[in-house]
């Protein structure tokens, strides 16, 4: 899937506050898939735990605190991909961002570790954030949660991304990923909230599943 080409979605703010029957469906969708999917994928986090650690004896778990539903702020979990100290060389690698607007991201980032290079582009350094959509901080679809830095520099326009519960992925995720700009993934994620319902969570569900294999434009 491409972007569509689509321009200036504006959305009604009280339609979105009254699907309460779709956010509860999918509430109950994202709480038994999640817990199913830790389940399930216990073996491979503690493979991916013990790669972590044999490689540079650092925390497993990377928390980062990010912009929720409404501005709401929590803490998201990932695998860590970089080193330990990789937050603190952000200021000197700016200059190399690649990703236009409020976004930073670089190919053949020197932080990223020899593991976190494979479970970036697999996304399974995201897979922690199941344990966000088991507490109902994150959903499994939706737009990507965003930095506190990246929302400062939001247009009121961009902070329609907010209106929603932010998910794992998206309609932005499968289409190209870094290799959309800021301005095409926030028309991504207003095309996603416009259309959303639970057949279309479910398409964007198996479609990333199947990026997870073949890997599209992460980094």
């Not at 990377?62 to 603190?88: E, H």
């Not at 259309?195 to 890997?215: A, C, G, Q, R, Y």
Request: glycine share 6%; net charge positive.
């Amino acid at each position: 899937m491409s972007y569509s080409g689509k321009h200036k979605i504006y959305l009604d703010k009280k339609a979105i506050e009254d699907r309460h029957l779709y956010r509860l469906l999918k509430r109950i969708f994202d709480f038994i898939t999640s817990l199913v999917g830790i389940i399930l994928l216990l073996p491979l986090f503690l493979v991916v735990a013990g790669l972590i650690k044999i490689e540079d004896h650092g925390k497993i778990i990377y928390k980062q605190t990010r912009v929720g539903r409404n501005g709401s702020l929590f803490s998201i979990y990932k695998f860590r991909s970089m080193r330990m100290d990789a937050d603190k060389h952000i200021a000197e690698l700016l200059k190399y961002n690649q990703v236009e607007g409020p976004m930073f991201k670089i190919k053949d980032d020197p932080r990223i570790t020899k593991i976190g290079k494979f479970i970036r582009k697999t996304s399974i350094d995201e897979l922690p954030q199941l344990v966000n959509v088991l507490r109902g901080q994150m959903s499994l679809v939706g737009p990507r949660p965003p930095l506190v830095t990246e929302v400062k520099q939001y247009s009121e326009y961009d902070k329609q991304r907010l209106l929603v519960i932010p998910g794992c992925t998206g309609l932005w995720q499968v289409s190209g990923r870094n290799d959309v700009g800021f301005s095409e993934m926030v028309e991504l994620d207003l095309e996603y909230i416009e259309k959303s319902n639970l057949l279309f969570d479910f398409f964007l569900v198996i479609k990333t599943l199947k990026i997870m294999i073949i890997p599209n434009g992460a980094y």
